[in-house]
């Protein structure tokens, strides 16, 4: 049933001093950071982490609210998760230490888990929000990933939102045809014919958009007007992040 009211805003993009880094910098410092807080198993040393993710939302500018929303929705999805830890694993007199305190094993580990989670969603979020997704994808590219790769992705963000559009369409001449979400045969029967339909004509429409692009010359390669510049800033902001990185992953390392 969420199918039928299935809403994508674009994302905000406040002017800040990480929104002005030169997006492959940014982009290689980001993961680099992503993937040494993936790879932490103390909690004292993912708690810094998180509190380094905070500082970024911070230097980013991001919408408190925006941001609070969609990791209250995080909260929600790893609740499935982790609300039975503590029940289920056994300690075997295993304990987490927290510094000077210690926690058992199984809430520690629940807790472990929840603060990663949110501090590489945290590190995510504030890439993304920070520069539109074609400078992310054009910083890829410069980054060697394959064009065909980015290429998929730019034309999947792009016609995401022109599917939602014409799913916003239908529902609304399903509303003006009298129809209304109720948990019942019917319905979960109408819910199907849309995904149908919308799974019909999203397939023409992309054969539609291959021969366009096919008629004006596309060989497959990616090619990007923006022209990225390095400046000091960049290099300090990667050595910032990715020389706070290993320190965490060595810290974390020497604690085990």
Known sequence: MALMTLRLRPLPHPDSFVARLDPRWKLAA???????????????????????????????????????????????????????APLLIRSNDRVFPLGPLSLPYGPGLALLICVKAVAVVTIMVVLLVTSPLSAHLTAAHALRVPGLLV?????????????????????????????????????YHTVGQVAGSLLVRGYERAERVGQAMRCRGFDGRFRALAECRTRAADVLFFLAIAGGAVVLVVWDLVQR
Request: hydrophobic share 65%; net charge positive; glycine share 6%.
């Open 30 to 84: 980001m993961i680099v950071a992503a993937l040494a807080v993936s790879c932490l198993r103390g909690l004292l040393p993912a708690l810094v982490a998180l509190a380094a993710a905070l500082i970024l939302v911070g230097l980013g500018r991001l919408p408190l609210r925006w941001y609070l929303s969609r990791i209250g929705a995080l909260a929600l999805f790893l609740l499935l998760f982790v609300a039975f």
């Open 151 to 187: 290429q998929l992705a730019m034309l999947a963000y792009r016609y995401v939102f022109v599917v939602s559009a014409e799913l916003a369409r239908m529902r609304v001449a399903l509303r003006v045809r009298g129809y209304r979400n109720r948990a019942s045969r019917h319905s």
